[in-house]
């Protein structure tokens, strides 16, 4: 059986941190996804997916993520239920496996003309080493 989930989109509000009664560190956010196309509106739409990570990688993401900042996510999803009231809610989420910073730098930095503060580009007439 396969359960694999690749996603590119943008964080909805900053991670929030947290630790289990064991120390192990588990970061969670909500992640934009645009779903390519527009509504009968003429407004794009997208999947607010949330997302779960855990231990160090959680940790990195509280540290370099911030609302609206671009990254890759690939993982499993994973369902559950949960009683409230009397009544059974439902829950699917992503268990990250891997995170990738596609718009990196610390949460204090910020961005200018769609450029992050302290980013070198590679510029040379050289051609490249690979």
Not at 19 to 27: H, L, Q
């Amino acid at each position: 059986m396969l359960n694999k989930v690749v996603l590119i989109g943008r964080l909805t509000k900053d991670p929030e941190l947290r630790y289990t009664t064991s120390g192990i560190a588990v970061a969670r956010f909500t992640l934009a996804v645009d779903r390519g196309f527009k509504g009968q509106d003429g407004q794009k739409q997208a999947d607010f997916i949330p997302i779960i990570v855990w231990r160090g990688a959680a940790e990195s993401c509280a540290k370099y993520l911030q609302k609206g900042r671009l990254v890759a996510v690939a993982g499993r999803i994973q369902t559950g239920s949960y009683d409230k009231d009397g009544q059974r809610h439902y829950t699917t989420e992503v268990v990250a496996d891997e995170v990738r910073f596609l718009e990196w730098g610390d949460k204090g930095q910020t961005q200018q003309d769609g450029q992050i503060q302290g980013f070198t580009e590679y510029q040379s007439d050289e051609p490249l080493p690979f």
